[in-house]
């Protein structure tokens, strides 16, 4: 069988269209090669799935190629990402997530990680399982002597449990909450976290549930909160209940998103900022000197002021969970929060949580009287574009006319595409309180690694500034009539 895996083999995961790029017989290939990558045989690997039409087969498909190579799967069925996490890090086993996140029903996908959670990328064995697994397409898996063996195992209370043990919300005010699970698997963590449907306790949480029936379809709308089309029914609802906040998570309930009691987004750079200052802390009353947070590089200026108001140490990163999973291990970060919102803890084996982060809000924000849209806004001082795509004929080309246009005015760099700041930033001393600077801007432009597309992201002290500096860079990008 000859087939094109690069096509579904991403930077961070593996990703394609059932039927077509996606099939029982890639994913027995994909599965054997995993196991021969890590060293699995005679060892055991926790598979689990989201609610899609097809997870449930290829988790049958996985299993037959890892025992073919050895290794043994425990399987802990319908799941959310983070709980395969959990169970990664708990078992200290290599685990795989059936899942596409946010992607549409027609596309499935798989989620590789070590044990301890470690994320796989393209450079850290995704390129090798795929090359291997292309030669298992051609030439069939060779079978071993000592076949691997199959178990179920259900590890939502003890994934819930370890949960409420790290974010204690018994004794915050009472809260009206609209959670929006968008069909994904949300509609089964958040009864288990949130509620009683794992025999925790009661919480002081009041849980308005919106499309909770799992349903790989997602018959009401795409679970990517991160387009503002999806959460339209979720910020009518919150105004309509009265409610206190709403949350949304995507499909696979990794990230979480937040909206205020006015319907209004909180971004996920207010998130971060709110989170870590409780990681500084909670790490600081328990002796810990030196402690690092890190922020990818298109989160808010509001996020490494906050960081170093309490002194804490930020550290900036480029965009994509495995790479940030790998820093968080590498500089011992107590927490990490990202523009998409994939929030990532120390505590949680360094791999991301969206659920453990909107705990982190409801238990700061039901610690005092405010209403969310006046508590959030100290932690929303500056105008955000948010991420704009343009499709281009030459990635190359236009990067390079940015570079040009924004020649003299600012500090360059390439950590992650092209970045510029001007203004007051190019002073390095940063103001006495978060959130005071007014004279500032910085715009990044990123190439999409799948399609010839560029991405701006542009931030500045005031809106007016920002829309200044947004509307010549899109119109240098798009000078030659792309869009």
Not at 116 to 132: H, N
Not at 266 to 276: D, E, K, Y
Not at 309 to 318: I, N, Q, S, Y
Not at 422 to 445: H, I, K, M, T, Y
Request: glycine share 10%.
């Amino acid at each position: 069988m000859s087939i094109d895996l690069t096509r579904i083999v991403k930077t961070y995961d593996i990703r394609g269209l059932v039927g077509s790029e996606l099939t029982d017989e890639v994913v027995e290939a994909l599965a054997a090669a995993f196991i021969d990558e890590i060293g699995a045989a005679g060892a055991s690997v926790v598979v689990g799935h989201d609610m899609r039409d097809s997870s449930a087969g290829f988790t049958e498909a996985f299993t037959r190629g890892a025992n073919a190579r050895g290794a043994n799967v425990v399987s802990i069925g319908l799941c959310s990402t983070d709980m395969t996490y959990f169970a990664s890090g708990s078992l200290a086993m290599p685990s795989a997530m059936f899942t596409a996140s946010h992607n549409p029903a027609t596309y499935n996908g798989i989620k590789l990680s070590r044990a301890g959670a470690e994320s796989l990328s393209l450079d850290t064995g995704l390129g090798s399982i795929r090359d291997r697994a292309t030669r298992y397409l051609a030439d069939g898996i060779p079978t071993v002597a000592a076949v691997g063996g199959f178990e179920e195992r259900d590890v939502t209370a003890e994934y819930a449990g370890y949960l409420r043990g790290l974010v204690d919300l018994s004794s915050i005010r009472p809260l009206r909450v609209v959670v929006d699970a968008g069909n994904g698997m949300g509609g089964m963590t958040v009864p288990a976290v949130l509620g009683t449907a794992a025999g925790l306790a009661e919480l002081p949480l009041e849980i308005i549930p919106m499309y909770f029936e799992l349903d790989g379809t997602f018959p009401n709308h795409e679970a990517n909160p991160l387009n503002p089309d999806n959460i339209v029914d979720l910020q009518k609802a919150v105004v309509h209940h009265k409610a206190d906040v709403g949350l949304a998570f995507d499909g696979d309930a990794d990230r979480c998103f937040v909206v205020d009691e006015r319907g209004e987004p909180v971004t996920p750079s207010a998130v971060t900022a709110i989170v870590g200052l409780r990681e500084i802390a909670r790490v600081r009353s328990a002796g810990e000197k030196t402690v690092t947070v890190l922020h990818n590089l298109i989160t808010s200026l509001i996020v490494p002021e906050t960081i170093r108001a309490a002194g804490a140490r930020p550290v900036r990163t480029t965009v994509g969970h495995s790479l940030i999973k790998k820093v968080m291990r590498e500089t011992g970060a107590v927490f990490g929060g990202e523009h998409s919102a994939h929030y990532y803890f120390r505590d949680y084996w360094s791999a991301d949580n969206g659920m453990l982060a909107a705990m982190h809000v409801l238990a700061e924000f039901g610690s005092q009287d405010k209403p969310l849209s006046e508590f959030a806004a100290e932690f929303s001082p500056y105008s955000q574009s948010g991420e704009i795509n343009s499709r281009v004929d030459d990635v190359s080309a236009a990067l390079e006319r940015v570079r040009d246009a924004f020649t003299g005015r600012g500090a360059f760099d390439t950590l992650d595409g092209l970045t510029v700041s001007g203004g007051s930033l190019d002073n390095e001393a940063l103001p006495p309180e978060p959130g005071e600077r007014r004279n500032f801007w910085w715009l990044n432009v990123r190439a999409s690694n799948t399609e010839p597309l560029l991405r701006l992201n542009v931030e500045g002290g005031t809106p007016e500034l920002m829309a200044v500096i947004r509307d010549e860079a899109l119109a240098v990008i798009r000078q030659n009539g792309t869009v």
